[in-house]
Structure formats: C-alpha cells, structure tokens
C-alpha cells in the first residue's frame, strides 16, 4: 500500500470520526426543535431562515458527511430506544 493511500486514507477516517459527534448534536438540535414547535418535518424546513437552510445544507448535503450522518442517525435512534424502554 503506498504512502499516499495511507495518508489520505487516514485523513478521511480522521473527518468521519470528528463529524459523528457533529452531526450527532445537529440532529439531536433538529429533532428537539421538530418536538418543541409541533411542526412536520416539511413545516419546519419550509420555516427555516436562509442563514438555517444554507447551515443545513452544508451539515447534511455534504457527500463526505453521509457516512456520519447515518452513523449519527443510527446513535440517536439507539439512544431514543433505550428512552422509551426505561419509562
């Protein structure tokens, strides 16, 4: 394997370890705000100011973010299980 892959290769595990976290506290911050106002997902992105809409399309339209995205998505779902099963 030649240095190169090697570096890039860590450089790329590098951003999707730092991002899970990031986008972990993004839809935590989404899905809290989704309860909070009672709005559909729709309503809520329809609501979204140009500054919220550009944020989350750089958090969450990025193609190096999806893999992140999905490991973030699948914690939060995890954690809101083990919620719902303690009450």
């Keep these: 394997m030649s240095s190169a892959v090697l570096f890039f290769g860590s ?3 590098f951003y999707f370890l730092v991002m ?3 986008q972990y506290l993004y839809l935590q ?5 989704k309860e909070k106002t009672g709005l559909s997902q729709r309503e809520l992105y329809k609501k979204m100011s140009f500054g919220e809409e550009q944020l989350h399309f750089h958090v969450q339209g990025n193609p190096f973010n999806i893999p992140s995205a999905f ?3 699948m914690i939060l779902k995890v954690k809101g299980r083990k919620k719902a099963s303690q009450y």
């Excluded at 911050?29 to 705000?33: I, Q, R, Y």
């Design 71 to 73: 490991v973030a998505y």
């Design 29 to 33: 911050g989404l899905h809290e705000k």
């Design 20 to 22: 899970i976290p990031i």
């Design 11 to 13: 450089i790329a595990l």
